[in-house]
């Protein structure tokens, strides 16, 4: 009698899942594939290159700047008393920090320069996603990749027209598929 109930609520349980699986349709696609193909990234990437570029100026300026000053005392110390020495020492001392400290600056700000560049993009793109998911009646759609090693996504059928879909909401022409 056990046995019965126990295959009976197996089953049962097998049917509604069975019953809950067909209603899925899931999809797959790449925000950073999508975004690579947007006209603006040019744009973007010609703005990131010219705002890294001055940077990388503002830094080699005061790297030369304090390059300058360790030359100067290499050969003055010799001539210098050993007060004067520790003092031009210490003042190297901080300014080889300050240039450390204006270099992790350089990398937070060009990391938040190209974060403020890109959130309008992303945003264009995650709302294009969610409306073609709506629209045709996707109930889950998957990363291709999410800054992993490897793909999040480990199968999927090869016609799956989800990223041209989005593509063209945002107005992007696909490219081309290679022909087989």
Known sequence: MKAK?????IALLCFGFVATAQGLKIGFTSAEYIMSL???MMQIDSDVTDYGAQLDQQLKTKTQ????QVQTYQQSMNTMTEEA???KEQELTKMQQEVQKFE???????SRKLQELLEPVQ?????AINDVAAE??????LAESAGQAGPILLYSQEDDPFTDLVLVKLGVTPPAKPAN
């Open 85 to 87: 020495r520790g003092t």
């Open 5 to 9: 109930i126990i295959l009976s609520t």
């Open 136 to 141: 045709n009646n996707y109930t889950h759609i």
């Open 123 to 127: 945003t264009r793109v995650y709302n």
């Open 104 to 110: 992790q600056d350089v990398q937070a700000a060009y």
């Open 65 to 68: 700047a304090f390059q300058q």
């Open 38 to 40: 947007m006209p603006e």
